[in-house]
């Protein structure tokens, strides 16, 4: 049995959206209308996107990274953040420490798109490379320990969760305010940030609203400590969803995922590939593979079992070159 928890309540959800203020955007919300799209996950079946692809940086990290480090007193901006990244949370530890003055260390596997490693630099903060992800997570603690930096984690902690959550919260608010309402949303998971807060928002705010958490085969950390009923790791990722390839769950987000979310399903590579293609073709949006996975989701798992009805699904991230892009969507 897994012990209680602290949830973040709406009123401390809205609370630090409004902190946040500016340093993060309300990203858009838009029904998607589209006979290609029809096709693929039935044509009574409403789709909306919450575009999170739009946030500054171009991923949601921001809204997560910012709610701890807001939190930091003065001496520990002055030390500076470490962190440790396949690309998206190290580009918004160097947007997140530029906006508050201080500086970020980010430890990446020399695997990460050299892309996001360029854009990562490009925002201030200094890299190091190694040899894979686990690899990663050990060396940010020697920086931890040596020179005093605030270990900044990807996806783990209440504070994290606390800022994911407000993607889930606008997206309801949005679609509310456009006289709908969601019956189902569909999120990705890269270690479970993202989808706790998303889950705890959407279950507070709209409580018969399914909740689905997608991850790629390669990388299913999440999908096996729901069957184990208790944080799982994996050994390797083996996906093109790099940026969703968490090594292992952590506690407190794995319980809240626990306590919040319905259901988490698998898709494989060619499946995101697919619906980077039809996001391509049918919204006009250029997405990395994770920003794809809730459609592939939708398209493929879920397809049956949400006909018909109105589905939410969050598009996470768009970091990417236009070479890999271009090769993704070709393959599919």
């Known amino acids: 049995m897994n012990p209680p928890i602290d949830a973040p309540t ?19 919300v838009r029904r998607l209308v589209d006979d290609a799209l029809s096709a693929r996950v039935g044509a009574s079946t409403q789709v909306w996107l919450k575009e999170e692809l739009f946030q500054r940086t171009g991923s949601f990290k921001p809204r997560g990274a910012l709610s701890v480090m807001l939190d930091l007193d003065a001496p520990a901006l002055a030390r500076g953040v470490t962190g440790v990244s396949a690309g998206n949370h190290a580009i918004s530890l160097g947007y997140s420490s530029r906006m508050l003055g201080t500086t970020a260390k980010v430890v990446m596997p020399k695997s990460a798109n050299p892309f996001r490693v360029q854009v990562c630099r490009e925002m201030g903060a200094a890299i190091e490379l190694v040899e894979n992800v686990h690899e990663a997570f050990a060396r940010v603690r020697e920086i931890e320990a040596s020179e005093g930096r605030t270990f900044v984690h990807p996806f783990e902690g209440p504070k994290t969760a606390l800022g994911t959550a407000s993607v889930g919260m606008e997206f309801i608010d949005q679609v509310g305010a456009e006289g709908a309402s ?55 990722v083996r996906t093109i969803a790099d940026s969703l390839g968490a090594p292992r769950c952590e506690p407190y987000s794995f319980a809240l995922n626990r306590m919040f979310v319905d259901e988490v399903v698998l898709v494989n590579d060619d499946q995101i590939r697919e619906a980077m293609r039809l996001l391509f073709r049918s919204a006009k949006l250029v997405v990395e593979p994770a920003g794809a996975a809730a459609l592939a989701a939708l398209m493929h798992p ?20 236009p070479e890999t892009f271009a090769k993704q969507i070709t393959q599919a």
């Open 10 to 28: 709406i009123e401390a959800i809205r609370a630090n959206r409004a902190r946040l203020g500016d340093l993060v955007v309300s990203t858009p």
């Open 302 to 321: 879920l397809r049956s079992r949400l006909q018909g009805r109105s589905v939410g699904l969050v598009v996470c991230g768009a970091n990417i070159d």
């Open 182 to 236: 969601l019956d189902a949303v569909i999120v990705a998971a890269g270690g479970g940030g993202l989808t706790a807060g998303v889950a705890c928002a959407v279950k507070q705010l709209s409580p018969r609203t399914e909740v689905y958490v997608v991850e790629p085969e390669g990388a299913c950390s999440l999908s096996l400590s729901f069957k184990a009923g208790s944080p799982q790791s994996i050994d390797a």
